[in-house]
C-alpha cells in the first residue's frame, strides 16, 4: 500500500516460528512484486520476487503468496531467526502505472522482531 | 565484488545550504536509482538513469533537487537551499538495465541528511 505517515505494524515472533507480513497493493495491473529487507543501517535487500502469472514462489526459508483478486500479497518466513530481524519492504514497479520495471514504489514496512 | 557506495554515509548541514550526495553504482550496472527514506513518507522514489536516455525525474519533490550521471558511472545529488523538511536517509540502487525487463535493484547504504 501507499506509504502515508510512519506508524509502520510490527510483528514480534518467538525464535523458531513461523512469521506471516502482508502487504496490499493497488494498481490491478502490476505484474511483478518484491519484498525487501531492511536491517537497521543499511539499505533494502532484495528477498525474494514474484510474476502475476504465480500465486506462490518459494526460496530458502520464505514463501511469496500473491492473490490477484484481493490485491494481497503475504511474505511467509519459516522457522524465524533472530538475524530476520529487520523491517520488510513489499515493492511495486508499476504502482503508478506503465510497464517499466525500474521505478519502485514501496508499501509502509513491516518491523518484524525476533525474540531468542 | 564490491556493491554499491554512497557518500558520505552522515552530512549535517544548515538550512538553506546546498549539499551534494554521491553514488557509486556497481560496476557494468547501467541503470542507476535514487530514493529517500523518511520518517513522514516512507521510502520513495527520486529519479533513474537508464543508459544514454533521458533520466525519470518523476519523483523529484521540487525543483531544487537536480540529479546529473556522468559517465554512465558516478552520480550525485543535489539538493539546493536545503529545508528541514529535506532530512532523510537518500538511498542509491543499480541494477543491470531496467527498460524492457526486470532487474535486481541493488541498494547502497545511503547517506544520512539532517537539516539544522
Known amino acids: 500500500g501507499e506509504s502515508v505517515g510512519l506508524h509502520l505494524p510490527t510483528l514480534s515472533v518467538q525464535e523458531g516460528d513461523n512469521s506471516i507480513i502482508n502487504c496490499a497493493y493497488s494498481?490491478?495491473?502490476?505484474?511483478?512484486f518484491i519484498w525487501y529487507k531492511q536491517e537497521s543501517g543499511k539499505g533494502p535487500q532484495f528477498i525474494i520476487d514474484i510474476r502475476s502469472n504465480m500465486d506462490k514462489r518459494q526460496g530458502q526459508r520464505v514463501t511469496v503468496l500473491l492473490n490477484k483478486t484481493v490485491k494481497h500479497l503475504s511474505l511467509q518466513i519459516a522457522a524465524t531467526q533472530p538475524g530476520d530481524s529487520a523491517v520488510y519492504f513489499c515493492a511495486d514497479p508499476q504502482a503508478a502505472g506503465g510497464t517499466s520495471y525500474g521505478k519502485l514504489t514501496f508499501g509502509q514496512g513491516t518491523i518484524l522482531t525476533v525474540h531468542p | 565484488g564490491a556493491g554499491v557506495s554512497q557518500s558520505p554515509s552522515n552530512k549535517v548541514t544548515e538550512k538553506g545550504k546546498d549539499v551534494e550526495l554521491r553514488c557509486d553504482p556497481i560496476?557494468?550496472?547501467?541503470?542507476l536509482y535514487w530514493y529517500r527514506q523518511s520518517l513522514g513518507q516512507g521510502l520513495e522514489f527520486l529519479i533513474y538513469?537508464?543508459?544514454?536516455?533521458?533520466?525519470?525525474k518523476s519523483g523529484l519533490p521540487s525543483d531544487r533537487f537536480s540529479a546529473e550521471r556522468t559517465g554512465g558511472s558516478v552520480s550525485t545529488l543535489t539538493i539546493q537551499r536545503t529545508q528541514q523538511e529535506d532530512s532523510a536517509v537518500y538511498l542509491c540502487a543499480s541494477s543491470l538495465a531496467s527498460s524492457g525487463g526486470i532487474y535486481e535493484q541493488y541498494f547502497g547504504p545511503g547517506t544520512r541528511l539532517t537539516v539544522t
Open positions: 560496476s557494468g550496472h547501467t541503470a
Open positions: 538513469f537508464q543508459g544514454n536516455s533521458a533520466p525519470d
Open positions: 494498481n490491478s495491473a502490476s505484474d511483478y
